[in-house]
């Protein structure tokens, strides 16, 4: 399946005029590690495109990626609290997520801090779901999910967005892009803040303390480019990100205890990218990245926890053109990770060494692509992975696909390694993927069908009984997304319905806190200078625990939105989320967001 979505809504079944516009984004990248037409893609991807995420509105960019299909978020609290992402029902430390191609995350949990990186930094997010270890090593069970930071190109563009919202909110960010003579520049800046609510309730006795939690976040981006030759260019890359976000660890109705973490993230690279014929093109590149938390607790605030990881990786790309015989991509890693804690760990650094292959070839109506990896990690051994896919152009309009595709799960330092509630001994987890599509698009209407099943053996869970993180037989995740979009006298609509099995094999309990039913529905009009629209979500009853005795009731929420282009070069955006201000548990014991609303202005020259 492939969704595209643009300016006038972001999510993939919310009002988009990606249907009422027949232009589709003309490549994907994660996908194939290569740029790629769309139409040529066997996989199950999703862009979200830059005038999508201004245009949401969205606080995070957890809040984004939940609004699409195949994913589902369980929340534990407000802004900048740690969300649990399901992509396809496969938890978030089991779907890779990269910023520009670097992978940041931290070795503890094998978590990303989705909710730390700000929606001002990026041009694009694209989403593909399936066994994706064949290009991208360990954790790509659900997928990978890759945010690309804004771009220098073209005459320079500055822009300037200043917004305001409920409980306190305030945004602002500013930048400027473009491109003169050969050299390219992007820089980004921007600040969030919220006062937030209570993160917990009495539903959760042993943490429950109704003060507000808020949250802070100041970041930069930054991108430089120079074309040296015809044939080479070289560049550098840089982001930081400082947070705080107030949580509740211990229980207080006194006002007394004030519980808040601080996260840090930073990453910078260089790299250098040469044409050495008209078919070789190679790239050399070399990346830090560093993921810090540090947790303070009680009254008086005490550090309790404090984990860094750093990751120092080699990579080199190249891209093989051979003609009418396809394409190639190669390349090596090598990664150096370390990890420093208190309390500290027995073991605190490895090394990844990596090689992979990935083929891609249209023959006619045919569509072909392979991929193997091969992993050597030094806590645990090798690991060999790949996946293979056929594509049919049935006619013009509708297409046909199957893929087949193996992953793994390297453990977590947290799970190997914590004094006293670890197992040194848990091995990795592997899946086997298997997936059908149809998809069919004809002018501004369009449709797709995605059935799956994926498999994973030696998943890794936390056994209370035990006191430690054992690996169960297997767990079974299957199920079926319906997508589509048209437009309907001068109405643009669009719907994914998302139906998913999630079952521990062992026991045949259903996974926890997945829902399996989702939908998300949009509608949209334009008139003028002015475009309205309406979302509604829905999700079935789920569990918010592993033995199945916890329910959480399904929920229904709408929210409503309207752009204003004010002029040429000024835009207005106002949007309330959760309109009949519906109480939505998505993880016992923790709030999320009643009605809130949002005020946006935003200024950039055309």
Known sequence: MYVRLSAAGVMALAISHAFANAALPETVVTATRLPTDVAKVNHDVTVIEAEAIQAAGAASLPELLSQQAGVQIARSGGAGTLPNLFVRGTPANRTVVLVDGVRVYGLDSGLSPLEHIPLAQIDRVEIVRGAMSGLYGADAIGGVIQVFT?????????????????????????????????????????????????????????????????????????????????????????????AHTDYDATADRTGRIHDYFNSAIRSNGVFWRAAFSPVWESTLRFDQA?????????????????????????????????????????????????????????????????????????????????????????????????????????????SANVAAGTAFRAPAFLDLYYPGFSNPNLKPESATNLEAALRWREGVHRASLTVYRNRIEDMIQYNFAAGMPINIAHAKLQGLTLAGGTQLAGVGLTATLDWLTARDGDTDRVLPRRAARHAVLGAEKTWDTLTSGVELHAASRRFDDAANRVPLAGYGSANLWTRWQVARDWSALARVNNVFDRTIVEASGYNTAGRQWWLNLSWQPK
């Open 150 to 242: 804004r771009e220098g190109e073209g005459a320079m563009r500055p822009f300037v967005n200043i917004g305001v919202g409920s409980e306190g909110r305030f945004g602002a960010s500013a930048g400027v892009s473009g491109k003169t003579g050969n050299t390219r520049y992007a820089l980004t800046a921007s600040h969030d803040s919220t006062d937030g609510f209570s993160a917990t309730n009495s539903q959760s006795p042993w943490s429950y303390n109704p003060d507000q939690d808020g949250y802070r976040n100041s970041s930069y981006s930054l991108k430089l480019s120079q074309q040296l030759t015809a044939q080479h260019e070289v560049g550098v890359q840089s982001a930081a990100t400082r």
């Open 290 to 398: 560093v993921s810090e938390v540090t947790n303070f607790d009680g009254a008086p605030s005490v550090r309790s926890f404090h984990a860094r990881t750093q990751r120092n990786v080699w990579g080199w790309q190249n891209r093989i053109e051979l003609g009418n015989a396809g394409r190639v991509v190669a390349g090596l890693d090598y990664a150096e990770e370390s990890f420093d804690s208190q309390p500290r760990y027995a073991v605190t650094e490895r090394v990844v060494k990596a090689a992979y292959l990935g083929y891609q070839n249209t023959l006619g109506a045919h569509r072909l692509e392979a991929t193997v990896r091969h992993d050597d990690n030094a806590q645990f051994g090798s690991k060999t992975t790949g996946s293979a896919s056929y594509g049919y152009a049935l006619t013009t309009a509708l």
